[in-house]
């Protein structure tokens, strides 16, 4: 099996972890976990049950060794500043790790760049696109023909419509449900249970049913 770190921790890359583990224990196994880099947390501590093998300025030395990546470096103010980061570290299309949980559904049309994740029972339609290292999270579902950026963050049972195009860094929060024909600006957020019915400008971040504007991110 193909050995992969986790570039974060705590959060959105434990979730991962855990569901790369299900998955072969299902007889998914194509991804093996090797542990993470993290600047947090201390070199050989453990983050749950994996490994802490050391900072994120070491991902292309573990590059070269082979191993595969996934991003979980994320934070909604500060998004832009954090992909900056991950950019910084130099890996290539090849050094990222694509992984679907089997219990995942995607129409076969749908396309999806490197490091994409699907997690369990997420639900991706005809025609989609998912742009470069983005995280769909439990349950959420991506509507046909809608065209997500790279590094989008879509969080649990949110909804995402039909023919919606969204830039860079946009994060959907949980449950939060998006009306069809929109379109979102780069390091956008929609907030946790918000209904979105109107466009999203670059860095804006909007919450509420109906979901409004409320500031734009540091």
């Avoid at 910084?88 to 490197?114: C, K, Q, R």
Wanted: net charge negative; with cysteine.
């Amino acid at each position: 099996m193909q050995k992969v770190i986790i570039l974060g921790g705590i959060g959105n890359g434990t979730v991962i972890a855990e569901a790369i583990a299900d998955a072969n224990k299902r007889g998914y196994g194509k991804l093996e976990m090797a542990g993470y880099l993290n600047d947090r947390e201390e070199r050989g501590s453990y983050i749950e049950s994996y490994l802490v093998l050391g900072c994120l300025s070491e991902a292309s030395r573990f590059a070269a060794e082979g191993y595969k990546f996934i991003n979980t470096i994320y934070r909604i103010d500060g998004q832009a500043e954090r992909l900056d980061l991950f950019e910084s570290l130099g890996l290539s299309d090849s050094d990222l790790a694509t992984f679907i949980h089997p219990t995942a559904y995607y129409a076969p049309n749908a396309v999806f760049e490197p490091g994409v994740v699907l997690m369990p029972y997420v639900m991706i339609s005809a025609g989609a696109r998912l742009g470069r290292g983005s995280l769909i999270m439990v349950g959420a579902s991506i509507g046909h023909n809608t065209e997500l950026g790279a590094y989008n963050h879509v969080a649990a049972q949110a909804v995402v419509g039909a023919y919606i195009k969204t830039g860079t860094g946009v994060h959907i929060g949980l449950n939060a449900t998006l009306r069809e024909n929109l379109t979102i600006g780069d390091h956008a957020t929609v907030g946790m249970g918000a209904v979105l019915t109107k466009n999203v400008g670059e860095k804006e971040i909007w919450a509420g049913n109906p979901a409004k504007f409320l500031r734009i991110a540091q």
